[in-house]
């Protein structure tokens, strides 16, 4: 009988510390905001990061795409000239951004290039927006070079220029070829926000260590705040596989 009791009240102990945990991790003082508002930033950058990172990735993908088609016809004239040299900016560009960590181009980004700016969420969102522009690019060049060449052919035939053809015929088949690719750039892109911290952006990383620094309790906060980042990344996982069953079901019919 007194082991049992005994085996209850250590049961009891570890509930009631776990509650203390909890309540003083984030309910004391409303800390449970320092999660909510680095959720919000965490998301915001991420996104606005991303449409960024598709338009830089789509343009220097389109130009490597032109030039390497365009060369085996032998480029001349002013506009091969333009082609050419706007093609060794992308290559310079492919090869710094993804040469050098995503950390070093934050703090460049923020104490170098961007200085002056009090914006600490502009300075995210251009620095991971340029940074995911670069893997974005070889992604979707990929995803062109995949389409046969007899799509442009038969875009050209009809009168299209070749920026229409793109646009209207390769660039559509593209995307769905493209797809998982992408949603996996948005998963790195979520987690490396996570250094945010770095240039003191309150995103959900720092909202978790601040919470840590005031509670000296280390593991709940780091755990909920690792909780958090698996749940959105299921949740993107989810999202990818419904649409590639779409994208499937509309190509069968």
Same mark, same amino acid.
């Given at each position: 009988?007194l082991? %049992?009791?005994? $085996? &209850?009240? !250590?049961?009891m102990? %570890?509930?009631?510390?776990?509650k203390q945990?909890?309540?003083?991790c984030?309910i004391e003082?409303?800390?449970?905001?320092?999660i909510? *508002? @680095?959720?919000?930033t /965490?998301?915001?950058?991420?996104?606005?990061?991303?449409?960024?990172?598709?338009?830089?990735?789509?343009?220097?993908?389109?130009?490597r /795409?032109?030039h390497?088609?365009?060369?085996? *016809?032998?480029?001349?004239?002013?506009s +091969?000239?333009?082609l050419k040299?706007?093609?060794a900016?992308?290559?310079v560009?492919?090869?710094?951004?993804? @040469? /050098?960590?995503?950390?070093?181009?934050?703090?460049?980004?923020?104490?170098?290039?961007?200085?002056? !700016?009090?914006n *600490?969420?502009l300075?995210?969102?251009?620095?991971?927006?340029?940074?995911?522009?670069a893997?974005v690019?070889e992604i979707?060049? !990929? @995803?062109?070079?995949s389409?046969?060449i007899?799509?442009? $052919?038969?875009?050209?035939s009809?009168g299209?220029?070749?920026? *229409?053809?793109?646009?209207?015929i390769?660039?559509?088949?593209?995307?769905?070829?493209?797809?998982?690719?992408?949603?996996n750039?948005?998963?790195?892109?979520?987690?490396e926000?996570?250094?945010?911290?770095y240039?003191?952006?309150?995103?959900?990383?720092?909202g &978790?260590?601040?919470?840590? &620094?005031?509670t000296? $309790?280390a593991?709940?906060?780091l755990?909920?705040v690792?909780? %958090?980042?698996?749940i959105i990344?299921m949740f993107? /996982?989810?999202?990818? +596989?419904k649409?590639?069953?779409?994208?499937?079901?509309?190509?069968?019919?």
């Amino acid at each position: 009988m007194l082991q %049992i009791l005994q $085996e &209850g009240d !250590s049961k009891m102990t %570890i509930w009631d510390n776990l509650k203390q945990k909890i309540i003083s991790c984030f309910i004391e003082e409303q800390r449970y905001m320092y999660i909510v *508002k @680095g959720l919000q930033t /965490t998301i915001l950058v991420t996104i606005l990061a991303l449409l960024l990172g598709l338009v830089i990735g789509i343009l220097v993908a389109v130009v490597r /795409t032109a030039h390497d088609q365009m060369a085996k *016809k032998k480029l001349s004239g002013i506009s +091969g000239a333009v082609l050419k040299i706007i093609n060794a900016i992308c290559e310079v560009y492919l090869t710094v951004i993804r @040469g /050098t960590p995503a950390m070093v181009q934050l703090l460049l980004m923020f104490f170098v290039f961007m200085a002056s !700016s009090n914006n *600490k969420v502009l300075v995210a969102v251009l620095t991971f927006g340029i940074n995911s522009g670069a893997y974005v690019a070889e992604i979707f060049r !990929s @995803g062109i070079m995949s389409i046969d060449i007899g799509q442009m $052919e038969a875009g050209r035939s009809l009168g299209l220029s070749y920026a *229409k053809t793109m646009q209207k015929i390769i660039l559509p088949q593209a995307i769905k070829n493209v797809l998982p690719a992408l949603v996996n750039e948005m998963i790195t892109l979520l987690k490396e926000t996570s250094i945010c911290g770095y240039i003191g952006l309150n995103e959900l990383t720092r909202g &978790g260590d601040i919470i840590r &620094g005031i509670t000296f $309790e280390a593991l709940t906060p780091l755990l909920v705040v690792a909780l %958090i980042y698996l749940i959105i990344v299921m949740f993107f /996982t989810w999202v990818m +596989g419904k649409l590639e069953r779409r994208l499937r079901e509309s190509d069968n019919r």
